[in-house]
Protein backbone atom coordinates (compact mmCIF):
# COMPACT_ATOMS: atom_id res chain seq x y z
CA UNK A 1 0.00 0.00 0.00
CA UNK A 2 1.74 3.07 -1.27
CA UNK A 3 -1.33 5.60 -1.17
CA UNK A 4 -4.14 6.62 0.64
CA UNK A 5 -7.28 9.14 0.16
CA UNK A 6 -6.13 12.65 1.22
CA UNK A 7 -6.57 12.92 4.71
CA UNK A 8 -8.93 15.69 5.27
CA UNK A 9 -11.44 14.98 2.56
CA UNK A 10 -11.69 11.43 3.51
CA UNK A 11 -12.26 12.77 7.38
CA UNK A 12 -14.73 15.36 6.28
CA UNK A 13 -16.61 12.32 4.27
CA UNK A 14 -16.68 9.88 7.08
CA UNK A 15 -17.77 12.17 10.01
CA UNK A 16 -18.36 15.67 8.55
CA UNK A 17 -20.71 17.35 11.45
CA UNK A 18 -17.87 15.89 14.43
CA UNK A 19 -16.40 19.07 16.07
CA UNK A 20 -12.64 18.74 14.73
CA UNK A 21 -11.36 22.21 16.13
CA UNK A 22 -12.29 24.52 19.28
CA UNK A 23 -10.43 27.76 19.41
CA UNK A 24 -10.94 30.52 22.16
CA UNK A 25 -14.76 30.70 21.52
CA UNK A 26 -15.12 29.22 18.09
CA UNK A 27 -15.50 25.75 17.43
CA UNK A 28 -15.59 24.35 13.58
CA UNK A 29 -16.42 20.56 12.33
CA UNK A 30 -14.55 18.41 10.31
CA UNK A 31 -16.65 19.10 6.81
CA UNK A 32 -16.10 22.80 7.98
CA UNK A 33 -12.63 22.73 8.61
CA UNK A 34 -12.49 20.85 5.02
CA UNK A 35 -14.54 23.74 2.94
CA UNK A 36 -12.48 26.25 4.74
CA UNK A 37 -8.68 24.80 3.85
CA UNK A 38 -10.18 24.00 0.11
CA UNK A 39 -11.22 27.83 -0.25
CA UNK A 40 -7.87 28.84 1.38
CA UNK A 41 -6.16 25.92 -0.93
CA UNK A 42 -7.56 27.91 -4.12
CA UNK A 43 -6.52 31.19 -3.27
CA UNK A 44 -3.22 29.36 -2.90
CA UNK A 45 -3.15 28.14 -6.27
CA UNK A 46 -4.05 31.63 -7.37
CA UNK A 47 -0.60 32.77 -5.92
CA UNK A 48 1.08 29.69 -7.54
CA UNK A 49 1.61 27.15 -5.32
CA UNK A 50 1.43 23.41 -6.95
CA UNK A 51 2.07 19.92 -5.84
CA UNK A 52 5.71 19.34 -4.57
CA UNK A 53 6.28 22.92 -4.21
CA UNK A 54 8.06 24.15 -1.30
CA UNK A 55 6.29 26.99 1.16
CA UNK A 56 7.22 28.02 3.96
CA UNK A 57 4.65 28.91 6.77
CA UNK A 58 5.47 31.32 9.75
CA UNK A 59 2.36 31.58 11.84
CA UNK A 60 0.93 31.29 15.50
CA UNK A 61 -1.03 28.67 16.83
CA UNK A 62 -4.32 29.72 15.82
CA UNK A 63 -7.39 28.36 13.81
CA UNK A 64 -6.52 30.09 10.65
CA UNK A 65 -2.94 28.37 10.79
CA UNK A 66 -4.61 24.33 10.81
CA UNK A 67 -7.08 25.90 7.41
CA UNK A 68 -3.78 27.12 5.90
CA UNK A 69 -1.60 23.78 6.78
CA UNK A 70 -4.25 21.60 5.27
CA UNK A 71 -4.89 23.82 2.49
CA UNK A 72 -1.23 22.95 1.67
CA UNK A 73 -1.55 18.76 1.91
CA UNK A 74 -4.55 19.86 -0.15
CA UNK A 75 -2.56 20.92 -2.95
CA UNK A 76 0.23 18.28 -2.25
CA UNK A 77 2.82 21.25 -1.61
CA UNK A 78 5.68 20.21 0.62
CA UNK A 79 5.43 22.78 4.28
CA UNK A 80 8.63 24.25 5.53
CA UNK A 81 7.27 24.83 9.01
CA UNK A 82 8.81 27.82 10.85
CA UNK A 83 9.75 28.22 14.24
CA UNK A 84 8.24 31.51 14.98
CA UNK A 85 10.73 32.07 18.04
CA UNK A 86 13.59 32.53 16.07
CA UNK A 87 15.67 35.87 14.99
CA UNK A 88 15.25 37.02 11.89
CA UNK A 89 18.97 35.78 10.53
CA UNK A 90 18.05 32.35 11.59
CA UNK A 91 14.51 32.55 9.52
CA UNK A 92 16.50 33.48 6.58
CA UNK A 93 19.37 31.31 6.94
CA UNK A 94 16.67 28.05 6.80
CA UNK A 95 14.22 29.99 3.79
CA UNK A 96 17.80 30.16 2.11
CA UNK A 97 18.69 26.96 2.84
CA UNK A 98 14.93 24.78 2.29
CA UNK A 99 14.53 26.79 -1.58
CA UNK A 100 11.19 27.91 -0.14
CA UNK A 101 9.20 29.70 -3.26
CA UNK A 102 6.89 31.67 -0.97
CA UNK A 103 6.57 32.38 2.75
CA UNK A 104 2.82 32.63 4.46
CA UNK A 105 3.16 34.60 7.53
CA UNK A 106 1.61 36.54 10.08
CA UNK A 107 0.74 40.38 9.78
CA UNK A 108 2.46 40.86 13.07
CA UNK A 109 6.20 39.09 11.51
CA UNK A 110 6.03 41.11 7.96
CA UNK A 111 7.49 44.44 9.49
CA UNK A 112 10.91 41.66 10.94
CA UNK A 113 10.45 39.87 7.16
CA UNK A 114 11.06 43.13 5.52
CA UNK A 115 14.50 42.81 6.19
CA UNK A 116 15.00 39.71 5.19
CA UNK A 117 16.65 39.60 1.54
CA UNK A 118 16.27 35.55 0.33
CA UNK A 119 16.31 35.79 -3.27
CA UNK A 120 13.47 33.75 -5.64
CA UNK A 121 11.24 34.32 -1.81
CA UNK A 122 7.77 35.81 -2.51
CA UNK A 123 6.08 36.89 0.78
CA UNK A 124 2.59 36.87 1.59
CA UNK A 125 0.86 37.83 4.82
CA UNK A 126 -2.12 35.38 5.90
CA UNK A 127 -4.70 38.60 5.87
CA UNK A 128 -3.23 39.21 1.94
CA UNK A 129 -3.91 35.60 1.49
CA UNK A 130 -7.30 35.35 2.83
CA UNK A 131 -8.80 38.43 0.92
CA UNK A 132 -7.46 37.01 -2.23
CA UNK A 133 -9.20 36.23 -5.43
CA UNK A 134 -10.05 32.53 -6.14
CA UNK A 135 -11.13 29.63 -8.57
CA UNK A 136 -12.10 25.98 -8.38
CA UNK A 137 -8.56 24.16 -6.87
CA UNK A 138 -7.18 21.17 -8.30
CA UNK A 139 -6.48 19.06 -4.83
CA UNK A 140 -4.72 15.93 -4.62
CA UNK A 141 -7.29 13.12 -4.21
CA UNK A 142 -4.67 10.78 -2.92
CA UNK A 143 -0.98 11.23 -0.74
CA UNK A 144 1.40 8.82 -1.89
CA UNK A 145 2.97 7.52 1.31
CA UNK A 146 6.56 8.20 0.42
CA UNK A 147 5.85 11.94 -0.73
CA UNK A 148 7.05 15.09 1.19
CA UNK A 149 4.45 16.45 3.89
CA UNK A 150 6.33 18.97 6.02
CA UNK A 151 9.84 20.07 6.69
CA UNK A 152 10.78 20.98 10.10
CA UNK A 153 14.55 21.99 10.84
CA UNK A 154 16.27 20.58 14.13
CA UNK A 155 16.76 22.88 17.30
CA UNK A 156 20.81 22.33 16.01
CA UNK A 157 22.95 20.99 18.53
CA UNK A 158 25.86 20.97 16.51
CA UNK A 159 26.36 23.29 14.08
CA UNK A 160 23.71 24.88 11.30
CA UNK A 161 20.04 23.44 11.43
CA UNK A 162 19.20 20.27 9.33
CA UNK A 163 15.96 20.08 7.49
CA UNK A 164 13.98 16.32 8.54
CA UNK A 165 12.10 15.79 5.69
CA UNK A 166 8.35 13.75 7.19
CA UNK A 167 6.84 11.93 4.76
CA UNK A 168 2.78 11.49 5.08
CA UNK A 169 3.93 7.65 5.35
CA UNK A 170 5.82 8.92 8.74
CA UNK A 171 2.81 10.70 10.00
CA UNK A 172 0.41 8.13 9.57
CA UNK A 173 2.55 5.23 11.19
CA UNK A 174 3.26 7.68 13.94
CA UNK A 175 -0.77 8.23 14.32
CA UNK A 176 -1.27 4.57 14.25
CA UNK A 177 2.07 3.62 16.48
CA UNK A 178 0.18 6.42 18.88
CA UNK A 179 -3.02 4.57 18.66
CA UNK A 180 -2.01 1.42 19.75
CA UNK A 181 0.23 2.47 22.62
CA UNK A 182 -2.78 4.84 24.01
CA UNK A 183 -5.47 3.29 22.58
CA UNK A 184 -8.56 5.75 20.79
CA UNK A 185 -12.16 6.56 22.42
CA UNK A 186 -14.56 7.80 20.98
CA UNK A 187 -14.71 10.68 23.32
CA UNK A 188 -11.42 11.39 22.83
CA UNK A 189 -10.31 15.33 22.51
CA UNK A 190 -6.39 16.05 22.70
CA UNK A 191 -5.68 19.74 24.22
CA UNK A 192 -2.87 21.21 21.91
CA UNK A 193 -1.32 24.10 24.00
CA UNK A 194 2.47 22.96 22.16
CA UNK A 195 3.57 24.71 18.76
CA UNK A 196 1.80 23.79 15.52
CA UNK A 197 5.40 24.72 14.21
CA UNK A 198 7.00 22.06 15.93
CA UNK A 199 6.12 18.21 15.34
CA UNK A 200 4.28 17.83 19.33
CA UNK A 201 1.97 20.01 17.94
CA UNK A 202 1.32 19.01 14.42
CA UNK A 203 1.58 15.54 15.08
CA UNK A 204 -1.90 16.50 17.07
CA UNK A 205 -3.43 17.85 13.60
CA UNK A 206 -2.77 14.69 12.31
CA UNK A 207 -3.85 12.18 15.18
CA UNK A 208 -6.91 14.66 14.44
CA UNK A 209 -8.32 14.05 11.28
CA UNK A 210 -6.78 9.97 11.41
CA UNK A 211 -8.82 9.29 14.16
CA UNK A 212 -11.94 11.57 13.59
CA UNK A 213 -10.78 13.71 17.13
CA UNK A 214 -11.26 16.99 18.40
CA UNK A 215 -8.21 19.21 18.97
CA UNK A 216 -9.01 22.08 21.60
CA UNK A 217 -5.85 24.49 20.64
CA UNK A 218 -4.79 27.03 22.65
CA UNK A 219 -2.24 29.83 21.47
CA UNK A 220 -0.22 29.39 24.13
CA UNK A 221 0.08 27.52 27.32
CA UNK A 222 -2.12 29.39 30.06
CA UNK A 223 -2.12 26.84 32.86
CA UNK A 224 -5.67 28.12 34.51
CA UNK A 225 -7.03 28.26 30.69
CA UNK A 226 -5.39 24.67 30.57
CA UNK A 227 -7.86 23.38 33.94
CA UNK A 228 -10.66 25.15 32.51
CA UNK A 229 -10.73 23.84 29.53
CA UNK A 230 -9.98 20.27 30.25
CA UNK A 231 -12.96 20.34 33.06
CA UNK A 232 -15.71 22.44 30.35
CA UNK A 233 -14.13 21.23 27.04
CA UNK A 234 -14.17 17.37 27.91
CA UNK A 235 -10.30 17.27 27.22
CA UNK A 236 -9.30 13.84 27.45
CA UNK A 237 -5.46 13.66 26.32
CA UNK A 238 -2.78 16.50 26.16
CA UNK A 239 1.12 17.06 25.63
CA UNK A 240 2.98 18.23 28.30
CA UNK A 241 6.51 19.11 29.14
CA UNK A 242 8.16 18.51 33.00
CA UNK A 243 7.47 22.25 33.86
CA UNK A 244 3.84 22.14 31.76
CA UNK A 245 2.90 19.05 34.16
CA UNK A 246 4.41 20.57 37.32
CA UNK A 247 2.19 23.76 36.65
CA UNK A 248 -0.79 21.69 36.82
CA UNK A 249 -0.12 20.06 39.36
CA UNK A 250 0.53 22.73 41.57
CA UNK A 251 -2.65 25.25 40.52
CA UNK A 252 -4.73 22.28 41.19
CA UNK A 253 -3.78 22.53 44.39
CA UNK A 254 -6.60 19.98 46.38
CA UNK A 255 -8.53 19.44 43.35
CA UNK A 256 -8.41 16.59 40.70
CA UNK A 257 -8.78 16.66 37.02
CA UNK A 258 -11.99 14.71 35.33
CA UNK A 259 -12.37 11.02 35.73
CA UNK A 260 -12.65 11.00 31.77
CA UNK A 261 -9.65 12.43 31.49
CA UNK A 262 -6.98 9.31 30.66
CA UNK A 263 -3.63 10.86 29.88
CA UNK A 264 -0.92 13.27 29.97
CA UNK A 265 1.73 12.69 27.01
CA UNK A 266 4.60 13.60 28.61
CA UNK A 267 8.45 14.21 25.93
CA UNK A 268 11.46 16.41 27.00
CA UNK A 269 12.75 13.92 29.41
CA UNK A 270 12.12 11.96 32.13
CA UNK A 271 10.42 13.30 34.94
CA UNK A 272 11.32 13.85 38.40
CA UNK A 273 9.94 11.37 41.50
CA UNK A 274 8.27 13.94 43.18
CA UNK A 275 6.06 14.93 39.70
CA UNK A 276 5.05 11.40 39.40
CA UNK A 277 4.04 10.85 42.88
CA UNK A 278 1.91 13.97 42.64
CA UNK A 279 0.45 12.70 39.64
CA UNK A 280 -0.38 9.73 41.01
CA UNK A 281 -1.74 10.83 44.05
CA UNK A 282 -4.18 13.14 41.61
CA UNK A 283 -4.86 10.17 39.60
CA UNK A 284 -3.06 11.65 36.31
CA UNK A 285 -2.09 8.53 34.58
CA UNK A 286 1.24 9.81 32.54
CA UNK A 287 2.89 8.34 29.30
CA UNK A 288 6.31 9.35 29.37
CA UNK A 289 7.97 9.49 25.69
CA UNK A 290 11.04 9.75 23.87
CA UNK A 291 10.83 10.74 20.39
CA UNK A 292 12.84 13.70 18.24
CA UNK A 293 11.70 15.35 14.62
CA UNK A 294 13.12 12.52 13.06
CA UNK A 295 10.89 10.49 14.40
CA UNK A 296 7.56 12.42 14.00
CA UNK A 297 7.31 12.41 17.50
CA UNK A 298 6.95 9.86 20.22
CA UNK A 299 8.50 6.51 19.09
CA UNK A 300 9.29 5.31 22.54
CA UNK A 301 6.89 5.47 25.34
CA UNK A 302 5.99 4.74 29.15
CA UNK A 303 3.17 3.18 29.99
CA UNK A 304 1.51 4.89 34.01
CA UNK A 305 2.04 1.39 35.45
CA UNK A 306 5.49 1.47 35.17
CA UNK A 307 6.11 5.11 36.14
CA UNK A 308 7.48 4.59 39.58
CA UNK A 309 8.87 0.93 38.76
CA UNK A 310 10.73 2.18 35.62
CA UNK A 311 11.32 5.52 37.07
CA UNK A 312 13.56 7.15 34.64
CA UNK A 313 12.90 4.72 31.55
CA UNK A 314 11.29 6.69 28.23
CA UNK A 315 9.53 2.52 27.89
CA UNK A 316 9.82 0.60 24.79
CA UNK A 317 9.48 1.68 21.21
CA UNK A 318 5.89 1.91 19.80
CA UNK A 319 4.77 -0.92 17.26
CA UNK A 320 5.87 0.40 14.33
CA UNK A 321 8.82 0.94 15.88
CA UNK A 322 12.65 -1.03 16.13
CA UNK A 323 15.33 -0.34 18.89
CA UNK A 324 18.96 -0.69 19.91
CA UNK A 325 22.00 0.40 21.47
CA UNK A 326 25.54 0.15 19.63
CA UNK A 327 28.38 0.56 21.13
CA UNK A 328 31.43 2.87 19.05
CA UNK A 329 32.20 -0.07 17.17
CA UNK A 330 29.03 -1.06 16.10
CA UNK A 331 28.40 -4.11 18.27
CA UNK A 332 25.08 -4.47 20.03
CA UNK A 333 25.58 -3.83 23.40
CA UNK A 334 24.51 -6.10 26.24
CA UNK A 335 21.70 -5.34 28.85
CA UNK A 336 22.57 -1.85 31.20
CA UNK A 337 25.74 -1.51 28.74
CA UNK A 338 25.41 2.46 27.32
CA UNK A 339 25.56 3.23 23.64
CA UNK A 340 24.24 4.64 20.79
CA UNK A 341 20.45 4.83 20.57
CA UNK A 342 19.27 3.41 17.95
CA UNK A 343 15.81 3.29 15.92
CA UNK A 344 13.74 2.00 12.69
CA UNK A 345 10.87 1.85 11.42
CA UNK A 346 8.21 4.03 9.28
CA UNK A 347 7.58 6.37 11.64
CA UNK A 348 11.87 7.66 10.93
CA UNK A 349 12.66 10.16 8.51
CA UNK A 350 13.77 9.33 5.33
CA UNK A 351 16.70 11.88 5.71
CA UNK A 352 17.73 15.51 5.87
CA UNK A 353 16.92 17.89 3.29
CA UNK A 354 20.07 18.42 0.73
CA UNK A 355 22.16 17.20 3.39
CA UNK A 356 24.24 14.08 2.45
CA UNK A 357 27.13 14.22 4.50
CA UNK A 358 24.18 14.38 7.68
CA UNK A 359 22.67 11.55 5.42
CA UNK A 360 25.44 9.43 5.62
CA UNK A 361 26.33 10.24 8.87
CA UNK A 362 23.02 9.03 10.37
CA UNK A 363 21.40 6.19 8.30
CA UNK A 364 23.46 3.19 8.31
CA UNK A 365 21.32 -0.17 6.86
CA UNK A 366 17.77 1.39 7.73
CA UNK A 367 18.83 2.08 11.05
CA UNK A 368 18.52 5.87 12.37
CA UNK A 369 21.82 6.76 14.63
CA UNK A 370 19.97 9.25 16.81
CA UNK A 371 22.79 11.21 18.73
CA UNK A 372 21.43 10.42 22.19
CA UNK A 373 22.70 7.65 24.48
CA UNK A 374 21.27 5.25 26.63
CA UNK A 375 20.66 1.49 27.38
CA UNK A 376 18.50 -0.90 27.69
CA UNK A 377 17.28 -3.29 30.97
CA UNK A 378 17.13 -6.61 30.86
CA UNK A 379 13.43 -6.55 30.12
CA UNK A 380 13.88 -4.09 27.08
CA UNK A 381 13.44 -0.85 28.96
CA UNK A 382 14.84 2.33 27.68
CA UNK A 383 16.86 4.55 29.60
CA UNK A 384 17.92 7.68 27.79
CA UNK A 385 21.12 8.68 28.82
CA UNK A 386 22.35 12.16 27.42
CA UNK A 387 22.92 13.66 24.15
CA UNK A 388 26.73 12.54 22.99
CA UNK A 389 26.73 16.30 22.63
CA UNK A 390 26.11 16.99 26.60
CA UNK A 391 28.17 14.08 28.02
CA UNK A 392 31.05 15.37 30.28
CA UNK A 393 34.27 13.81 30.21
CA UNK A 394 36.16 14.60 33.88
CA UNK A 395 39.25 12.50 34.70
CA UNK A 396 38.06 10.45 32.09
CA UNK A 397 34.61 9.39 33.66
CA UNK A 398 31.48 10.24 31.48
CA UNK A 399 29.17 11.85 33.28
CA UNK A 400 25.33 12.14 31.79
CA UNK A 401 23.60 16.05 32.98
CA UNK A 402 19.99 14.47 33.20
CA UNK A 403 21.29 12.15 35.75
CA UNK A 404 22.25 15.23 37.92
CA UNK A 405 19.47 17.34 36.99
CA UNK A 406 16.85 14.65 37.80
CA UNK A 407 18.50 13.95 41.53
CA UNK A 408 18.49 17.88 41.78
CA UNK A 409 14.80 17.82 40.59
CA UNK A 410 14.00 15.42 43.83
CA UNK A 411 14.98 18.56 46.32
CA UNK A 412 12.02 19.76 47.44
CA UNK A 413 13.02 23.48 47.24
CA UNK A 414 14.31 23.20 42.72
CA UNK A 415 12.05 24.13 40.42
CA UNK A 416 14.03 23.14 37.14
CA UNK A 417 17.99 22.21 36.52
CA UNK A 418 20.19 22.46 33.96
CA UNK A 419 23.62 20.69 34.21
CA UNK A 420 26.64 21.36 32.00
CA UNK A 421 30.21 20.55 31.87
CA UNK A 422 32.91 23.63 32.64
CA UNK A 423 36.18 23.62 32.41
CA UNK A 424 38.94 22.61 35.20
CA UNK A 425 42.44 22.44 35.21
CA UNK A 426 42.53 19.12 37.09
CA UNK A 427 39.54 16.92 35.53
CA UNK A 428 39.29 19.05 31.92
CA UNK A 429 35.51 18.96 32.78
CA UNK A 430 33.16 19.29 36.07
CA UNK A 431 30.00 19.49 36.46
CA UNK A 432 27.90 22.91 37.28
CA UNK A 433 24.50 23.01 37.92
CA UNK A 434 22.16 26.12 36.97
CA UNK A 435 19.08 26.07 39.40
CA UNK A 436 15.83 27.70 39.78
CA UNK A 437 14.32 27.71 43.35
CA UNK A 438 10.88 27.39 43.85
CA UNK A 439 8.78 30.45 45.50
CA UNK A 440 10.16 30.87 48.39
CA UNK A 441 12.88 28.94 48.43
CA UNK A 442 16.05 29.87 50.33
CA UNK A 443 17.83 26.43 49.59
CA UNK A 444 21.56 26.96 49.50
CA UNK A 445 24.68 25.64 47.35
CA UNK A 446 26.60 24.03 50.12
CA UNK A 447 22.90 22.18 51.03
CA UNK A 448 22.26 21.14 47.76
CA UNK A 449 26.19 19.97 47.36
CA UNK A 450 25.26 17.69 50.45
CA UNK A 451 22.21 16.57 48.89
CA UNK A 452 23.85 15.24 45.69
CA UNK A 453 26.58 13.69 47.74
CA UNK A 454 24.36 11.40 49.37
CA UNK A 455 22.90 9.99 46.32
CA UNK A 456 25.51 10.66 43.45
CA UNK A 457 29.08 9.30 43.10
CA UNK A 458 31.67 11.94 44.01
CA UNK A 459 32.85 12.96 40.65
CA UNK A 460 29.00 13.54 39.65
CA UNK A 461 28.45 15.93 42.06
CA UNK A 462 28.15 19.53 40.74
CA UNK A 463 31.12 21.62 41.73
CA UNK A 464 29.67 24.81 41.07
CA UNK A 465 25.99 25.98 41.57
CA UNK A 466 23.72 28.74 39.71
CA UNK A 467 20.44 29.93 41.02
CA UNK A 468 18.90 31.97 37.70
CA UNK A 469 15.17 33.63 37.15
CA UNK A 470 15.36 30.86 33.64
CA UNK A 471 16.70 28.44 31.77
CA UNK A 472 17.39 28.40 27.83
CA UNK A 473 14.76 26.43 26.35
CA UNK A 474 13.64 25.98 23.02
CA UNK A 475 10.27 26.43 21.16
CA UNK A 476 8.87 22.60 22.56
CA UNK A 477 10.85 24.07 25.63
CA UNK A 478 13.61 21.52 25.77
CA UNK A 479 16.20 22.53 28.02
CA UNK A 480 19.32 23.86 25.80
CA UNK A 481 22.61 22.91 27.89
CA UNK A 482 24.68 23.97 25.35
CA UNK A 483 23.45 27.59 26.15
CA UNK A 484 23.61 27.16 29.59
CA UNK A 485 27.73 28.18 29.93
CA UNK A 486 26.87 31.18 27.80
CA UNK A 487 24.38 32.74 30.86
CA UNK A 488 27.76 32.37 32.57
CA UNK A 489 29.28 33.92 30.12
CA UNK A 490 26.84 36.84 29.82
CA UNK A 491 27.18 37.51 33.93
CA UNK A 492 30.67 37.51 34.10
CA UNK A 493 30.63 40.52 31.32
Not at 249 to 255: A, K
Not at 420 to 431: L, Y
Not at 450 to 477: I, M
Amino acid sequence: MDSLPNFLPKRALLTPDRTAVFFNDKSITFKELYEYSLETAAKLQGHGVQKDQLVAVLLKNHLDTIVILFALQLLGARTVVLNNRLAASELAWQLTDSQAELLILESDFSEMMLTLEVPGLKKVTKNELFSSNFAAPEIQEEIHLADICTIMYTSGTTGKPKGVLQTYGNHWWSAAGSALNLGITETDRWLCSVPLFHISGYSILMKSVIYGMPVILHEQFDVNQTILDIKNKQVTVMSVVGTMLSRIINTLEESKLPNYFRCMLLGGGPAPLPLLEACIEKEIPVFQTYGMTETASQIVTLSPEYSISKLGSAGKPLFPAQLRIETENGVIAPKYVAGDIVVKGPIVTTGYYNRPDANNEKFRDGWFYTGDVGYLDEEGFLFVLDRRSDLIISGGENIYPAEIESVLLAHEDIAEAGVTGIEDDDWGQVPAAFLIRKEGASVTAEELYEFCLDRLAKYKVPKKYYFTDELPRNAANKLLRRNLCKKLEKSRD
